[in-house]
């Protein structure tokens, strides 16, 4: 099968839509399947990989490096007459999902639609237009682009109840992301040491890990705050690693230093992709404060790398996640969360148990699995 990708992000940008795209791109080549993947140009970034197509980009916002699409190339249509895929697989709603469609329609194949994200959480991005303007403008659009497209997709329960709440009448079927789960589980002992040398942690120290943009919808501040209370309760040793980038990385240092925390965090910035794996590895605990997911991508690395996960109940986070299984879960508040937070610190046989319940949990989401059922759906548009 040969199967087109837009995407309005793809490598060298890490996060959640470009680990679920590039472990499909991989999951499907190697059962022999052709993908084509068109995404924005990069500054600076090379492809290191074959059938990759790059649209030229602008910023449009210096909040954050994130390119946009010009959906405008003569050479991105010799290249889909070429390679003339069997489906349109869209995994944004916005800007490249117009050549996805105009293509589709033009060679007569199904078109599908992955809808990844909560765009009303991120509508801060493009202030100073009100909020209820942009929610507005998103719903209508998802709207519109649902009578054009064959199937929705979507990777949780919640996301599926929030679009249908949006009037669309389209299948919306629930396919959860995923990863390959044997990436987390090789170890390399030498380079845990190295990480934990580099990082000052010691051997009783527990550590708390967080994996993902430094922003604000992240809620990351309550991570630290929690901290915070913690330790002025708590005699065991604590750090906690913040991994990533992002547009509220100064204050976010600047409450460290407000609550006096500089010798308990630890900034590490972005990580490749190959590397992420070894935080996971020389952390006790995951920190999850999010409540604008449809599916963390890093809750399922955390599992699989058998780390028990500390995070708020939100759609997407219960989804996935069992209290008292995989994860303790926690109320979108500091106090609560602060409170789990130092059971888990002091109980290290609950550490232990949830560890075993995170192993289990991630089999659900195994690329081998996932892949083969979006492959399914594939073939039944193909055949109708």
Request: hydrophobic share 40%; net charge positive.
């Amino acid at each position: 099968m040969r199967i087109a990708f837009f995407t309005n992000c793809y490598k060298p940008l890490i996060n959640g839509v470009v680990s679920s795209i590039v472990s499909l791109k991989e999951a499907y080549e190697r059962k022999g399947n052709q993908t084509y993947v068109f995404a924005p140009r990069v500054t600076g970034y090379n492809d290191g990989e074959e059938k990759v197509f790059r649209y030229r980009s602008i910023n449009l916002t210096s909040k954050v490096n994130y390119p946009i699409a010009i959906p405008l190339s003569l050479r991105a249509s010799k290249v889909m007459e070429e390679f003339k895929p069997d489906i349109v697989h869209m995994h944004h709603p916005f800007v490249l999902s117009m050549p996805a469609i105009m293509y589709g329609s033009r060679l007569k194949i199904p078109k599908i639609l992955t809808i990844h994200t909560q765009y009303e959480r991120y509508s801060y991005y493009v202030s100073p237009i009100p909020k209820v303007i942009t929610h507005e403008a998103i719903r209508r659009i998802i709207f519109s682009l649902a009578d054009k497209v064959d199937v929705i997709t979507t990777p949780s329960q919640s996301m599926k109840e929030l679009i249908s709440s949006y009037k669309i009448k389209k299948d919306i079927v629930v396919i959860p992301n995923a990863i390959n789960l044997d990436a987390y589980k090789e170890k390399d002992d030498k380079q845990c040491r190295i990480l934990k040398e580099q990082l000052s942690l010691e051997e009783n120290d527990v550590v708390i890990l967080y994996v993902g943009r430094i922003s604000f919808e992240k809620n990351i501040d309550k991570i630290i705050q929690s901290l915070a209370i913690v330790r002025e309760k708590s005699r065991q040793s604590v750090k906690l690693l913040l991994v990533g980038d992002g547009t509220a990385l100064k204050q976010m240092k600047s409450l460290v230093e407000s609550l006096n925390l500089e010798g308990l965090v630890r900034f590490v910035g972005s990580v490749n992709n190959d590397m992420v794996k070894f935080y996971y590895q020389i952390s006790d605990i995951f920190a999850f404060t999010s409540t604008s997911e449809t599916f963390g991508m890093v809750i399922i690395e955390a599992l699989a790398s058998g780390l028990p996960v500390l995070a708020v109940k939100a759609p997407g986070v219960v989804d996935i996640l069992t209290d008292g299984v995989d994860a303790l879960l926690a109320e979108d508040n500091v106090a609560h969360f602060a409170e789990r937070m130092a059971v888990l610190i002091s109980n290290n046989e609950l550490r232990q148990k949830l560890s075993q319940g995170a192993a289990v949990t991630a089999r659900r989401y195994s690329i081998d699995t996932v892949s083969e059922e979006m492959l399914n759906l594939y073939q039944q548009l193909i055949s109708r």
